[in-house]
């Protein structure tokens, strides 16, 4: 399978529980914020963003929070589950730019 | 609706060599890119396109050409591998407008440079 889970941060958790992936960044002129999840052998798959004049949006299961004060951006998972296990990427879009600027990615390690 | 597909799956060169990675969309989105992935270094963008007959440089450019003559099509060309180039390669694309956040990837390629 691939080997980008090599030098990642990891985080380990149970099945149930609930898990948070935070990231960092460091442009104040970055309008959204997006997390994208990789699972092992695929490409990534867009999951949620938030637009930088608001701090915080949920969908199903997952929960981005966004602290411009500091400039961290953390995604929640809830009742994490096997098939959560990925390589979980947050990403950055800069206002009037088109491209966006990927974190190292952080990997979760879902035990049942 | 076979979204982003990318081929070959996996590549092994000698250096010196060139070769093509293809990625084709069918999702008549404008916007089109290629990133690398190494380990521990997340995806670096190479080249992108907003549009056919359009592209520009990302942040990893130097080894990689792009060409954008029609919409679904965005090959990646390698006119002399190196090692430095051994990484996997995803394309990716997305509208220009609405949902520009959303970006739908390949399953990428995975290329070896010896």
């Known amino acids: 399978g691939e080997s980008v889970g090599l030098h990642l941060p990891t985080l380990s958790v149970q099945e149930g529980d609930n898990s948070i992936i935070n990231c960092a960044y460091s442009?104040?002129?970055?309008?959204?914020f997006i997390w994208y999840k990789q699972e092992s052998g695929k490409g990534p798959q867009f999951i949620i963003d938030?637009?930088?004049?608001?701090d915080k949006r949920q969908g199903q299961r997952v929960t981005v929070l966004l602290n411009k004060t500091v400039k961290h951006l953390s995604l929640q998972i809830a009742a994490t589950q096997p098939g959560d296990s990925a390589v979980y990427f947050c990403?950055?879009?800069?206002?009037?730019?088109?491209?966006?600027?990927f974190g190292k990615g952080t990997m979760l390690l879902v035990s049942p | 609706n076979a979204g982003v597909t990318q081929t070959p799956k996996f590549q092994v060169l000698k250096t010196g060599q060139s070769m093509t990675l293809q990625c084709a969309q069918d999702?008549?989105?404008?916007?089109m890119s290629w990133y690398r992935q190494d380990p521990g270094m997340g995806l670096r963008l190479i080249h992108y396109?907003?549009?056919?007959?359009?592209?520009d440089q990302g942040e990893v450019p130097n080894g990689y050409n792009v060409s954008r003559s029609t919409t679904e099509d965005f090959p990646l060309r390698l006119l002399s591998a190196a090692p430095s180039q051994t990484s996997v390669y995803f394309c990716?694309?997305?509208?220009?407008?609405?949902?520009?956040?959303?970006?739908?990837f390949g399953a990428g390629t995975r290329l070896s440079v010896l």
């Open positions: 396109s907003v549009g056919a007959g359009i592209t």
């Open positions: 990403a950055e879009n800069v206002r009037g730019y088109s491209t966006l600027t």
């Open positions: 938030i637009r930088s004049n608001m």
């Open positions: 990716a694309s997305r509208p220009n407008q609405g949902a520009k956040n959303i970006q739908y």
């Open positions: 999702m008549n989105h404008e916007y």
């Open positions: 442009n104040s002129a970055s309008d959204y």
